[in-house]
């Protein structure tokens, strides 16, 4: 694999408008629904991003036949020539686990391997496995891969430990498939979920409660081909709005529910960014003295973990001391190093990170480690003084489609560098 990385100078102000792609944590689990029927689903608004395509790679491992048109995917998914979802592809992408569902529910059977994805925590599969167990299913895992056995799924009350996304997602699917009632308490509410069920419900499906803790799916009932719409990506939208703040300037960001985005919004406005928001738009107004904020991740409606990073680079330019709670992913802090080799002052104390402001930034040769905290560091480049080096920038094309294009547009100076 030819290694790429971006060379930003930074100090450009952002002026302009922009639009994000469609929501890779929907799209992905959208592609992942196709498998419950034969007939063929169209899915619109869909990025061109690293993880889309290795979805793609493991729908078509599985026999389904998938097609590209400019934003839009065809799948049918008729015969299947395997019920597994190999190592190879599983370990380049952790949402692969959300196929297990869906197998389980249309042939009763499947082989998924354990998943590999960002190394930003734990983030164990206990949840998927217990609640499919519930519903009937013969769970075994050995060999790093875990087997999925259930002739026919029957309805079960199923109670998460927490509101986790997959588990919710795996455990709507399978439950479209099952005999009876299932219930599911203490759901996941992020809008990717309330997508993925309108998605069903457009093929069929009998499901109450999405975008509330309790989810009741009524099953099985025969699914048929769809036509959809994915929602814009809040998490891109996130993220360029945080770059018009700490980059300067004014930016429209179009194709994104600003209603998705609401303690994100809530948390830039408290820290001094002017934000205006109507329809899908969101306007960004950054360049001014920012205030330390406290803030906290928490499951949907709360702050998103996938936007603590991105947070981090605005409050490291505030006055004062901000504390950031990671309640969501235990090693979310690991690219803290790389911060401070640009002028950041962090210091991680458990699952707190404190954040002293330093006002600006310096330009450094640095790592992504993972997707969001590789966003972050891209904007860290566009606030800083000099010239930025982001490595490993693999990681960022797994969740933003044309990221640097997008910020040259309006006015940063990033560029693509092949890596010697």
């Known amino acids: 694999m030819v290694e790429s990385k971006f060379v930003i100078t930074g100090g450009k102000p952002l002026r302009g408008r922009v639009r ?22 169209l899915i619109h ?34 015969d ?59 769970i075994t895992t050995e060999h790093g891969y875990v087997h999925a056995c259930a002739p026919r799924l029957r309805g079960a009350h199923i109670v998460l430990d927490f509101p986790s996304v997959g588990a919710t997602e795996n455990l709507v699917m399978a439950a479209v498939g099952a005999e009876g009632t299932t219930r599911i308490e203490n759901a996941a509410r992020e809008p990717e979920i309330q997508d993925l069920i309108a998605f069903l419900l457009s093929m069929g ?41 700490v980059a300067g300037g004014e930016v429209a960001i179009e194709g994104a529910d600003p209603g998705h985005l609401g303690m994100p919004l809530e948390k830039l406005r408290d820290a001094g960014v002017e934000i205006e928001v109507g329809g899908e738009g969101i306007r960004v107004r950054g360049g001014g003295a920012y205030r330390s904020v406290d803030l906290a991740t928490l499951p949907y409606p ?30 979310r802090f690991m690219f803290v ?6 002028g950041c002052d962090i210091a991680i104390e458990g699952h707190h990170a404190v954040v002293k402001g330093v006002g600006r930034l310096s330009g450094a040769e640095v790592s992504a480690p993972d997707l969001r905290a590789g966003a972050a560091l891209v904007l860290a480049g566009l606030a800083a003084e000099g010239e930025t080096h982001v490595l490993d920038i693999h990681h960022v094309d797994r969740g933003y489609e044309r990221l640097e294009e997008k910020l040259t547009s309006l006015g940063a100076d990033i560029r693509r560098e092949t890596v010697d």
């Not at 890779?24 to 007939?39: C, D, H, I, W, Y």
């Open 302 to 331: 709360g702050f998103p973990t996938d936007m603590q990073p991105q947070m981090m680079v605005l409050l490291s330019l505030a006055e004062g001391i901000s504390v950031i709670t990671e309640n969501v992913f235990e090693s």
């Open 20 to 41: 994000v792609g469609g929501a890779k944590n929907s799209v992905l689990k959208l592609m992942a629904a196709s498998l419950l029927t034969p007939e063929e689903c």
């Open 205 to 245: 499906a009998d499901i109450e409660g999405a975008g509330t803790p309790v989810v009741e799916v009524t099953g099985p009932t025969p699914l048929h081909g769809t036509e959809h719409t994915a929602i814009g990506d809040r998490i891109e939208a996130g993220t360029l709005a945080v770059a018009a703040a």
């Open 45 to 78: 608004n869909a990025p061109r991003i690293a993880d889309v395509e290795i979805m793609c790679e493991v729908l078509q491992h599985l026999g389904a036949e998938v097609e590209r048109s400019g934003e839009s995917l065809r799948i049918r998914a008729g």
């Open 337 to 342: 190093d790389e911060l401070n080799r640009m």
């Open 80 to 138: 299947f020539a395997s019920r597994e979802a190999p190592y190879h592809l599983v370990r380049r992408m952790r949402a692969s686990i959300i196929v297990l569902g869906p197998l389980v529910a249309r042939w009763g059977e499947a082989r998924v391997a354990i998943p590999g994805g960002c190394n930003i925590g734990s983030r164990k599969i206990d949840m998927h496995l217990k609640g499919l167990a519930e519903m009937g299913a013969e």
